[in-house]
């Protein structure tokens, strides 16, 4: 063994419903990780870190600012369709949670469900970037929802990067609230563009209808 790996705390146990996360040891921050893709959440107990990256996505980063318990969830739509044929059902994997409305809920009842206070709770969001000029602008959809669900349900966003044309990385600590941002202006892939492409297919289908500061890293 060494003294890196010595000096690597144990990893943290997992809470139920989220087992099939992607965790991992960043080498860079030295903090246990989580990686959510689209149409997932995660929530922390132990002071891990969150991370994802985001297109027209849209990611909610909510924690009880007083017991340090918090998630981020990462969806891809406003609202599922009124005739949507997905399956849907109440486990955090399941491809309701890729829809705001059933994004948010489920990322906020978990939080409460592991002694968070909705009276606690502090927001900041981030993405709904416009990918590809030419395409429906869902990434703006994606923001009007977000605060309109969190304004109708009285959660207070204290800060957010949202919007403009570029894919964002975030990094979330829900332990101290602490978020750090890269924009990412040249995608070295084009994963996210084919997946900005899925979405706007998506939603055309006739059938489917420290609190306030931000890290850029």
């Not at 985001?54 to 969830?73: F, H, P, T």
């Not at 995608?187 to 059938?207: C, F, G, H, M, W």
């Amino acid at each position: 063994m060494s003294i890196h790996d010595a000096a690597r705390p144990v990893q943290p146990p997992v809470s139920a419903g989220f087992e099939h996360v992607n965790r991992y040891w960043d080498t860079v921050h030295h903090v246990w990780a989580a990686k959510i893709l689209p149409g997932e959440f995660y929530v922390s107990t132990h002071g891990e870190m969150i991370v994802t990256v985001l297109g027209s996505c849209i990611a909610a980063c909510i924690r009880d600012r007083v017991r340090g318990i918090g998630g981020m969830n990462h969806f891809m739509l406003p609202e599922q369709g009124e005739h949507s044929s997905d399956v849907w059902g109440t486990n955090p994997s399941t491809h309701a949670s890729r829809y705001g409305n059933w994004a948010m809920e489920y990322l906020i009842n978990e939080i409460l469900k592991r002694g968070g206070r909705r009276e606690n709770l502090e927001v900041k969001l981030f993405g709904g970037g416009q990918m590809i000029a030419s395409m429906t602008d869902i990434g703006q959809r994606n923001i009007l929802f977000a605060h309109n669900y969190l304004s109708n349900e009285g959660l207070k966003v204290v800060a957010s990067d949202v919007g403009d044309e570029f894919a964002r990385k975030v990094l979330y600590f829900p332990d101290t609230g602490a978020a750090k941002v890269r924009r990412i202006k040249q995608l070295k892939n084009d994963t996210l563009i084919k997946r900005e492409v899925a979405y706007q297919k998506e939603v055309s289908r006739p059938a489917v209808a420290d609190a306030g500061s931000i890290d850029l890293f």
